[in-house]
C-alpha cells in the first residue's frame, strides 16, 4: 500500500468520524426534546446537501459527466460533514 492511499483513508476514516459523532449528538439532543436556534436548522440542511451532492459528484456523476469532478465532490463533502459536525457540537453545548 502506498502513502497515497493511506493518506485518503486516513482523511476519510475521520471525515466519516466526524460526521457520524455529529448525527448522533443531533439525534441525542432532538430526543432529550432540546430547541435549537433557527441557524442551526439552516445550516444542518447546508451540510446534509453537500455531503449528499458530494457523494454523488464523488461516485456517480463519473459515469454521467465528461470531466472528472472527483476532488469538487470530496471537497463538498467534507465539508458538508465538517458543518454537520459543528452543528452536533453546538447541539450538544
Do not use: H
Amino acid at each position: 500500500m502506498d502513502w497515497e492511499l493511506a493518506a485518503g483513508m486516513l482523511v476519510t476514516a475521520i471525515w466519516a468520524a466526524l460526521l457520524l459523532w455529529g448525527l448522533v449528538n443531533i439525534v441525542l439532543s432532538a430526543r432529550r426534546r432540546q430547541m435549537w436556534p433557527a441557524v442551526l436548522y439552516v445550516w444542518g440542511m447546508v451540510g446534509s446537501c453537500a455531503v449528499g451532492i458530494g457523494v454523488v459528484l464523488m461516485f456517480v456523476a463519473k459515469s454521467l459527466l465528461p470531466y472528472d469532478v472527483f476532488g469538487a465532490g470530496f471537497l463538498l463533502a467534507m465539508s458538508g460533514g465538517i458543518v454537520i459536525w459543528a452543528v452536533g457540537y453546538e447541539a450538544s453545548a
